[in-house]
Every structure is written in C-alpha cells, then in structure tokens.
C-alpha cells in the first residue's frame, strides 16, 4: 500500500497443542503487567455504535490503541479520534486484510513487547486483552488466536456460523498436523518476532487464514485462548455469513493452488482420468456384446480423459516450479 492511502492522526496518550491452557501464563505475565508495552490494533469500517467503548476500554490494557479506518463514511473516524487513540485512515474502502497491513506496517515502526488485534464493533471483550496476550508475554507463543470454541467454552455462534467455521477450519489447517478450534478468529495477539515475519497480501476477508497459513509456514509457534464473544445486540458491518464464507472459502482454495498445485490440479485430473477410462471400457463392452456404439459417451469418455491427463501433467509441472521456488529461497 502506498504512504499517501494513510493518514494517520496525532497520538495521543515447533508446533503446540492448541488446547493447552494458559491461565499459569497470565498469573505470571500479570506481576509485571505495568513494565510490558501492548500495541493495540482495531481494525473499523463504519463502526461508529461500537468503537468508541471498544476504544476506551481497551486503552486500559494498552500502551497504544491504533485504529485503522478502512474508508468509513460515517463519524467513525471523529469519534476514534476523540478517544485519544491513533487513527489511520484509508481513503477508500479496502478490505479487512488491508487494514490489517497497514497495521503491520505501522507495528514494525514500533519496540513494543506484543500486540494485539481485535475488532472494533462490539464483538470482542477487550477484557479478555491479558488473557489473550498472556502466551506471547510469557514466550510460549509466537501468535494466539482467541478461540470461540475450545471445550467447554460457551459461545454465542448461531449455528449456521459455527458449521461454516468449521469447514473453513478444516480448508485452512489442511494436512498442516496443527490443532486449531476457530481459524477466523479476528482475536489474535502477536510477538515482536511474528510481526515481523508473517506476511499479508490479501485484502479481502481472507486474511485470518492467511495469517495462520503464513504462521504455519513460517513455523511460528501458535497456541489458542477462550474466548467470550457477543452476536446480539451488536450493530457493526458484518457480512453476510454466506457470502462470507464463500469468499473466505474462495480465498484458500487460491492459496491452495498456489502452494499446493499438484493437490488442485492433480487430484481432480485423477478423479477425472478414472471416470474417462471407465466410460470409455464401458462403451467398448457395449459395443463388444450389443454392436451399439454410444457416440455421446465416447465423446464424454474422451474429453474427460484428456482433461484428466492435463490436470495431472499441469500439477506435476507445477508442484516441481513451486518446489524450486522454494529452494532458492531457503538457499538465501
């Protein structure tokens, strides 16, 4: 993102089980809580119900609170700015993922201890700041999430949501081997180290799977910490959950393709191959015993196979590109 999209305002004032508690950490962390240093980030889009009291309740647990404006066109700047709180304003409406960038950009200018993110209508209780930052305080994790359904956690989640989740959980982690309850989490608390390493090129709503995909990669440590979150009564911009979900399902299946091509092309031109070759033996046995020959299915057969053989050859050639892209960029 160019420096002339943000403005910002004067300031003011190895791989973990996720389900591993982490109260131990916090009790520690809260002994020197008035020595560690949080950066906030809340990312807004025409949140003016909600982020005024976000603002100011999270200043109580922060160094810093920086708001980032994604081209909001209600006071939600006016207001943040009344709050004492860092504002960074886009002149037009980018997306969450750019917000977050921006962000980024704006925590490696800093020396804080940890950082932190939350959204800015309502959802989040910024109470729950210790709790979330407790592991990247206490060096046991590079990035926490604030899951909304580790056990025995209650949750507000209607349940068409929770299902969605859950399928974008399983497209996120992938065959990762790592145990993540809520991957869309928008709670998330970072180390000095991950800021520094991870890297946000969506814009869209995607960007909550990128980050744990980035994390994974980057062979940060990851750990989650329950969460409280609130539905009702919250009048912020979310999304339709199925459109969401689907430009969020959308997103990962590009990354997919782009990290993992021979499982997105390959697999399908396998599936494809087999169910060519079988319509095609199908057509000759019926022509061998019958004497009918089937022009459609041996068109189908045949156009299916071909496709097929392509999307096997396209994977292998492009997992072996991706693999050596890979390579030199470790032998830097």
Same mark, same amino acid.
């Given at each position: 993102m160019s420096q002339e999209s943000v403005t910002p305002s004067p300031r003011g004032g %190895?791989? %973990? !089980? $996720? %389900?591993?508690s982490f109260s131990s950490a916090a009790e520690t962390v809260a002994a020197a809580d008035e020595q560690i240093e949080r950066l906030i980030g809340i990312p807004a889009y025409? %949140? !003016?119900? =909600?982020i005024g009291s976000t603002i100011l309740a999270a200043q109580q647990f922060a160094t810093e609170v920086v708001v980032i404006d994604d081209g909001s066109s209600d006071n939600t700047v006016e207001i943040a700015q009344q709050t004492e709180a860092t504002v960074l304003e886009h002149g037009d409406n980018k997306g969450k993922g750019q917000a977050l960038r921006t962000f980024f950009e704006y925590a490696r200018s800093t020396e804080y201890d940890a950082f932190v993110i939350l959204d800015g209508d309502g959802q989040h209780l910024p109470t729950e700041i210790p709790d979330v930052v407790a592991p990247v305080e206490a060096g046991e994790a590079d990035v926490v999430v604030g899951s909304r359904y580790l056990e025995d956690s209650p949750t507000e989640t209607p349940f068409h949501r929770r299902f969605g989740q859950q399928v974008l959980d399983v497209l996120t982690l992938g065959s990762s081997g790592r145990k993540l309850s809520d991957t869309q989490s928008g *709670?998330?608390? *970072? !180390?000095? &180290? $991950? @800021? &520094?390493?991870? !890297? @946000?090129?969506? &814009? =869209?709503? =995607?960007v909550e799977s990128e980050m744990i995909g980035n994390a994974i990669e980057q062979d940060l440590k990851m750990a989650e910490v329950a969460i409280d979150v609130r539905y009702d009564g919250i009048d912020g911009q979310t999304f339709n959950p199925l459109r969401h979900g689907l430009g969020v399902a959308t997103f990962i299946l590009k990354l997919i393709r782009d990290r993992h091509p021979l499982m997105f092309f390959g697999g399908p031109g396998i599936v494809f191959t087999f169910v060519g070759v079988a319509l095609g033996v199908d057509a000759v046995l019926l022509y061998n015993s019958q004497g009918a020959f089937a022009a459609g299915q041996t068109l189908v057969s045949v156009f299916l196979t071909i496709i097929g053989v392509l999307g096997v050859f396209c994977g292998l050639v492009l997992n072996r590109m991706s693999n050596m892209i890979n390579e030199l960029k470790e032998e830097r």
């Open positions: %190895e791989h %973990e !089980s $996720a %389900e591993v025409n %949140e !003016s119900v =909600g *709670f998330r608390a *970072f !180390s000095p &180290d $991950a @800021i &520094d390493r991870l !890297s @946000i090129r969506t &814009d =869209g709503m =995607g």
